[in-house]
């Protein structure tokens, strides 16, 4: 989706606003965080009063546009630091109709009295939103605090605000800043989790309560502690897409008069390991439009209160507010999480609590420092996924892992580190190649693109389809190691042991081990199916100039789909670089017709390399081609077990 400036009717005229513009592309414009994401309805309002916004508000929560997301980036008519009744109003529909409020906490940091978070963004149910500068650091201008009277603690969460390329220059021509742009950043992020995970679109409780657990520290926040101007800490996707499947929901369990003070789930979890665990609940409001004369009851039905309990243990959270949070370290491979009713506090006037529980964990990493010497430990899925954000770091696995849990894998884009798999296993890797982009590349497999080195790793059960259209110019690098190797990247001593590639797209190079390589792939095997369109290849379907492929072994067969095939090899499928002491025991296949311009081979299907037939590199096999429209197809067999041939 692309967004040009807008346009608001207000008033019986039309006028256009920057600022509602900037906020509107920084969340779904063609840069936005969530560009491309379908089902967004796109609204931009400003006005000069509060009644503008509440009316704006209410033209989007009217039953028939089924909005499920509201990005609030303006600062009212009102003090900072005094729940209103515009806070009233967001914490009733967010709870009432199950809409998600992310809301800036205001730019009055700097004001000394004046530096509390602003209204609505003091709401119990919304996520309101702070700032952070090129540095990593709370900006100086980014709201914070409590109401009074009142435990809200705001922010939430912070999100970049400073330097965002919008659509007019800010004061230092590098875009504009403040919390009403790192307010659009968190939208973004949650309407790629929304469209991930449909249950959140009608859950703003789960919603909140997974950017919380999954929010990183910022400089200067002391590990496992709630900051009062950070929140949370910074926002981070790919923690909230863990986060996402750890989320407990505890919707229509906590009702007024069941006598029931209780709540309680078991979870599977990695011994010895730091998890966070957050309880976050909807506090309840009387009414759904509020007024002047509504204050004196905006109170009436936020008394409830809980406290966050890890069974048989000393870890306990106890806070006068809808959210709790606790660190804890496990010393087994089951807990408990409780959550317990204050004695103290009461549920007046209310049929339910709304409720949602999420866990994960803390520690990135099992163990280590990341250097070579002492290379981080991976034990389990999450720890796996964690490797994308520190990508020039050292690791090592500590045991076979099951990857089914995070659901469609996303590579790992570029990765300049060391992974040792330590002869440990990676299962289940599973991806989908969408519709591609014009003159686009896009990389898949277990990293996208790899600079650095891979060794000593098996992997099992890998599944890569592709699914959508392909746009003419575009291209897709697909193998289980990696999409490509990038030129001084290393494969060495890795086994593909079983899956399959289904790649339906002509500009494909695909491969067992690596899609294209400009590095070194040695010592490795495959024994899953390639098949596909483009160059494929029993290891890589595309070895460049740089590239060299030794001693690897291919049992897997490797099948054309499509006429408009280029190049198929047991070993490589197109080649300009080294092969040498290459075994294929793999059948090669082609479903139909080849073109006059495919050529197929026992180990290289189409080589421009004399050097690499040079005996005295040791190679076993040689170019074959094929021209399955005569019906005569010429190979020439060399140490290969595998059979040549076209079916059907």
Known sequence: MQLNHLT??????????????DVARTFVGSLGMASGVSAIHSFAAQGTQNVDMINAMNWLLQPQRNVRLINVSWGPVVLGGHYSWMDGFVDFHARNNNVTFVVAAGNAGTIPGLEMAMTPALGFNVISVGSTNINGNVSSESAFGQAFGLHTRKPSVVAPGTRLETTLPGPDGRGNFGTSFAT?????????????????????????????????????????????????????????RMAARNAVGFENTIRTGSGQTRFSHT????????????????KNSMASYYGPGAKGQLHENIHTNYDL??????????????????????????????????????????????????????????????????????????????????????????????IASLGRWQPIDTFRGTLDGNNFAINQLTMV??????????????????????????????????????????????????GRVMAGGMISQVTIASGYTDVNRWNARVGGIAGESFGSIADSANSMRIGGVGNLGGIVGANQASGSVLFCVNFGEVTYWHRDARAI??????????????????????????????????????????????????????????????????????????????QG
């Open 184 to 240: 659009p950043v968190v939208s973004g992020i949650i309407a790629r989790l929304m469209e991930e995970f449909p249950i959140l679109r009608v859950r703003p409780d789960k919603v909140k309560a997974i950017l919380i657990a999954s929010a990183t520290q910022v400089n200067g926040q002391a590990p496992g502690a709630w900051s009062n101007i950070a929140g949370a800490g910074r926002v981070n996707y790919h923690r909230a």
């Open 433 to 482: 190649i969408s519709a591609t982009r014009y003159n686009s590349e896009q990389f898949f497999g277990l990293f996208g693109r790899l600079y650095g080195t891979v060794r000593n790793l098996r992997l099992n059960q890998i599944h890569i389809t592709s699914a959508g259209g392909q746009h003419e110019g575009s291209w897709v690098f697909v193998g289980g190691v990696v």
């Open 8 to 21: 608001i009717h207000r008033g019986g005229r039309n006028f256009q606003t920057d600022h509602a513009t």
């Open 309 to 402: 309990v890890i069974r048989n243990t000393s870890s306990v959270s106890r806070h006068a507010s809808n959210i709790e949070i606790l660190w804890h370290n496990t010393t087994s491979s089951q807990m408990t999480i409780d959550i317990v009713q204050m004695a103290n506090k009461h549920v007046r006037n209310l049929s339910r609590d709304i409720g949602a529980v999420v866990w994960m964990y803390e520690d990135a990493f099992a163990g280590g420092a990341g250097t070579a010497a002492n290379p981080y430990l991976i034990r389990n899925a999450t720890q796996l996924d964690n490797m994308r954000l520190s990508p020039t770091s050292h690791f090592r696995l500590a045991d076979s892992i099951n």
């Open 267 to 282: 979870v599977s979890v990695t011994p010895n390991s730091r998890i966070r665990v957050v309880a976050f609940w909807m």
């Open 569 to 646: 090899g047991g070993i490589v499928g197109w080649n300009r670089g080294a092969v040498s002491s290459n075994t294929n025991r793999g059948n090669i296949n082609a479903r139909n017709t080849l073109n006059s311009r495919a050529s197929m081979g026992t180990i290289i299907g189409h080589n421009e390399v004399t050097a690499a037939f040079n005996t005295s590199n040791q190679n076993f096999g040689i170019q074959g081609t094929a021209n399955f429209t005569s019906g005569n197809g010429i190979f020439i067999f060399a140490n290969s077990s595998g059979r040549v041939g076209r």
